[in-house]
């Protein structure tokens, strides 16, 4: 089993619509907890971050960490075409320099 | 500069071959960091340089691997005999610092697609 589990997709849906994604992990010492936005032909750029359980809010993203059941989520709400990316979650321990990704799931928001 | 710098962006190499990938990082930034990016398969940490500290080369997948950075700057990472298994995006990244990832960002830069045929 590896550490952090996400499903590549890829997953469609029309703009306006509300998306979730997810990953679960299975090792309980991580407890920072981000995702990332990778454009195609791009590197990957921190969208949100979050330490230990709870949540976190950002204009339209939500993120979610239930460390109780090592699953965290981020929502898209009123999504838009040019939210159309791969998204990757990561994660890491105290004090570690080392993050820990996801595969990533593609998303495509159609018009 | 502005951001993370990474050259070339694209590199085609016949197997056997050696290449070598560049990365420049951020001005300031002690912290740099080398992952690799499969067709499919997530972030794969290879090596991770703090400053003067010594290298953690952990990540790396064999010996024919290698990287450097000099002056606290630019850093080379070098793939010796090139295997078809080597094709991957090579992503490199710096902060400023490495410890605790919330004062910290990793910024990324945009990769070197390597191939090798």
């Known amino acids: 089993q590896k550490e952090v589990e996400q499903d590549p997709g890829p997953l469609s849906v029309p703009e306006g619509a509300i998306v979730s994604l997810n990953c679960t992990y299975s090792n309980s010492a991580f407890q920072y907890f981000m995702w990332y936005r990778q454009y195609s032909r791009k590197g990957p750029e921190l969208l949100m971050y979050t330490y230990s359980s709870g949540n976190k809010e950002d204009g339209r993203f939500t993120a979610q960490v239930d460390k109780s059941s090592k699953y965290i989520s981020l929502f898209i709400r009123d999504s838009q075409p040019s939210d159309s990316a791969t998204y990757l979650c990561?994660?890491?321990?105290?004090?570690?320099?080392?993050?820990?990704f996801g595969k990533g799931t593609k998303l495509s928001v159609i018009p | 500069g502005a951001g993370v710098s990474q050259s070339p962006s694209n590199k085609v190499t016949e197997k056997g071959k050696d290449v070598e990938l560049r990365c420049d990082p951020i001005s300031g930034h002690t912290a740099l960091y080398w992952y690799r990016q499969s067709l499919g398969q997530g972030l794969e940490f290879l090596i991770y340089f703090q400053g003067n500290s010594a290298p953690d080369k952990s990540g790396l997948p064999s010996d024919r691997f290698s990287a450097e950075r000099t002056g606290g700057s630019v850093s080379t990472l070098t793939i010796q005999r090139t295997q078809q298994e080597d094709s991957a995006v090579y992503l490199c990244?710096?902060?400023?610092?490495?410890?605790?990832?919330?004062?910290?960002?990793?910024?990324f830069g945009s990769g070197t697609r390597l191939t090798v045929v």
């Open positions: 990244a710096s902060s400023w610092t490495g410890t605790d990832p919330l004062n910290y960002g990793y910024t």
């Open positions: 990561a994660m890491s321990g105290a004090g570690s320099y080392q993050l820990t």
